[in-house]
């Protein structure tokens, strides 16, 4: 058990329909990734918070969005849900947001599976 | 694109044999992180290299980073069914100032009794 928690776990939806991921960081941490996991793309990073601000920004699609709350949890949202949103989504936390070091070492949650239909 | 290239893409030995799993880039990285991922849960990390040339040790796990902090590679001795998963490495480029993991696409091993 890693320390990271993730809801949902499974989450079915339709087409069009949005949806809010959440995620509670391991105790301590500061900074919280979101990353999206398919077969044919592999982990892709989407996004890193660092206390509450935006500091890192991957391939994230306009349709998803994310925030990092005063309590240090964080919500990924996905609108306008399409076939291919369908995926893993995990979420990781560290300590810091930066530099190398066990400071940085990131740890994964369990995951939310999403399937659009 | 993955910046990070991981060879073989799959591995199956039977109980007992050494593998070796090989992660190269023309990039540079801060650190590198490996990771083993079991279907359908969150990859768990094994370990952090930092230094050029570092070799760590991890039970019958050895890590080593390559001099030029381009390349990785994991050896396992005497592979156990319980090694079996999906064998990550990741990186931080170095000019990634925060966090911004980049994934290879893995290594699967199956590990046979």
């Not at chain 1, 809010?20 to 990734?33: A, K, Q």
């Not at chain 1, 918070?49 to 998803?64: D, P, Q, S, T, V």
């Not at chain 1, 936390?93 to 369990?110: A, R």
């Not at chain 2, 290879?104 to 091993?109: F, L, P, Y």
């Amino acid at each position: 058990d890693s320390g990271v928690t993730q809801t949902p776990k499974h989450l079915i939806t339709a087409t069009g329909q949005r949806v809010t991921l959440r995620c509670s960081p391991r105790s301590g941490d500061l900074s919280v990734y979101w990353y999206q996991q398919s077969l044919d793309q592999g982990l892709q990073f989407l996004i890193q918070y660092y206390n509450g601000e935006e500091r890192a920004k991957g391939n994230i699609l306009e349709r998803f969005s994310a925030q990092q709350f005063p309590d240090l949890h964080s919500e990924l949202n996905l609108s306008s849900l399409e076939l291919g949103d369908s995926a893993l989504y995990f979420c990781a936390s560290s300590v810091v947001g930066g530099g190398t070091g066990i400071m940085n070492e990131q740890f994964f949650g369990p995951g939310t599976r999403l399937t659009v239909l | 694109t993955q910046l990070l290239e991981q060879s073989p893409q799959f591995l199956s030995i039977q109980e007992g044999e050494n593998l070796t799993v090989y992660c190269n880039s023309s990039s540079v990285f801060s650190s590198l992180q490996w990771y083993r991922q079991e279907p359908g849960e969150g990859p768990v990390l094994l370990v952090t290299v930092v230094t050029g040339g570092e070799v760590k040790k991890l039970k019958r796990l050895t890590f080593q980073f390559g001099d030029a902090r381009k390349d990785s590679s994991l050896h396992i001795t005497a592979a156990q069914p319980g090694d079996t998963g999906l064998y990550l490495c990741a990186g931080v480029g170095q000019t990634d100032s925060w966090g911004k993991l980049q994934f290879g696409a893995g290594t699967q091993v199956v590990v046979t009794p």
